[in-house]
């Protein structure tokens, strides 16, 4: 599927508003799918015919070095090939954030989705594309929705859309559902301390 390539500033929608490329999907909590609990999805692609993204927070115990040992050098932490969705796991995307200053459209190799978040062609040489790059992030797998069936699940309340920032993609952060409603203020922000299990509540 070719990306859409968005080169508008910012870093994506505003909560609930429509998800676009360069924006999250953070799962409801009461989203007990277990594909998707707790997840915060990148989208890379949202077009009437579907869309498409990543899981940011599922890390494999399947390294880099494993499968792609010419990319861990430039890998973030933790160098994990993370599970980006259900559909098609042997397909392997990945992202990357680009250095301040460098432009993606002029390094082979590298799309840009928003900002500075960009497509890594993993085809490519890596010495090229590494001076560019601040950090990237491998996916096995993504996920995916047919026309119409993510804003049904939106709609249906499984889906808070909220801003992307560049340091999601590549940070090294295990709590990550929790941060990224927590900076969003209230009444979002209380989503945070949602217990995983209600029977703690």
């Not at 599927?1 to 910012?10: F, K, L, N, T, Y």
């Not at 560049?166 to 900076?183: K, Q, T, Y």
Request: charged share 20%.
């Amino acid at each position: 599927m070719e990306p859409v390539v968005d080169d508008r500033s910012g870093s994506g929608n505003s909560s609930g508003s429509e998800p676009a490329p360069g924006s999250l999907l953070v799962a409801a909590p009461g989203l007990l799918d277990p594909n998707f609990l707790r997840t915060v999805i990148f989208m890379i692609e949202h077009r009437e015919r579907g869309s498409l993204g990543v899981v940011l927070n599922r890390p494999s115990e399947v390294t880099v070095r494993d499968v792609l040992p010419a990319w861990a050098a430039l890998s973030a932490e933790p160098r994990s090939v993370f599970v980006g969705g259900p559909v098609e796991g042997e397909t392997a995307l990945c992202l990357g954030a680009v250095r301040t200053g460098h432009d993606p459209a002029a390094v082979e190799g590298l799309v840009r989705v928003r900002g500075p978040i960009v497509l890594v062609d993993l085809d490519t040489d890596p010495a090229v594309i590494a001076p560019s790059l601040r950090g990237m992030r491998v996916f096995a797998g993504y996920s995916g929705w047919d026309a119409g069936q993510l804003a049904g699940e939106i709609e249906r309340g499984d889906w808070i859309v909220v801003p992307a920032l560049p340091d999601d993609v590549i940070s090294e952060n295990d709590a990550l559902w929790g941060h990224v409603l927590r900076r969003q203020g209230m009444p979002l922000s209380l989503l945070a301390t949602y217990p995983a299990d209600v029977r703690h509540n």
